[in-house]
């Protein structure tokens, strides 16, 4: 199983459902659609595991689920970025 290690404080982010999203610069694992993934704090301690989308149908899937609306790649998304004042 492929991991990813996280620094202080995003494990407690994660676990609480604050952080979803998060970037790698340097994909050395190879990570893929499907992969489920093993999440570690930087000492090695496992804190969570993690599935990737298999697809993007898989990802239309789940947010026509979450939202019990239809969801295509025709759904306008609005993506936010924000920094606390």
């Known amino acids: 199983m492929k991991s990813l290690k996280f620094s202080e404080p995003l494990p407690e982010m994660i676990l609480r459902g604050k952080k979803t999203v998060t ?3 340097f994909d050395e694992k190879n990570i ?3 992969d489920t993934l093993l999440f ?12 990737m989308f298999p697809s993007f149908e ?10 019990r609306i239809p ?3 025709k759904t306008n998304v ?3 970025r924000f920094k606390l004042a």
């Open 32 to 34: 893929q659609s499907g």
């Open 78 to 80: 609005k993506i936010i």
């Open 40 to 51: 570690c704090r930087k000492d090695g301690t496992a804190f969570a595991k993690a599935e």
């Open 71 to 73: 969801v295509t790649e």
């Open 23 to 25: 970037w790698r610069l």
């Open 58 to 67: 898989k990802t239309l899937q789940h947010y026509s689920e979450c939202y």
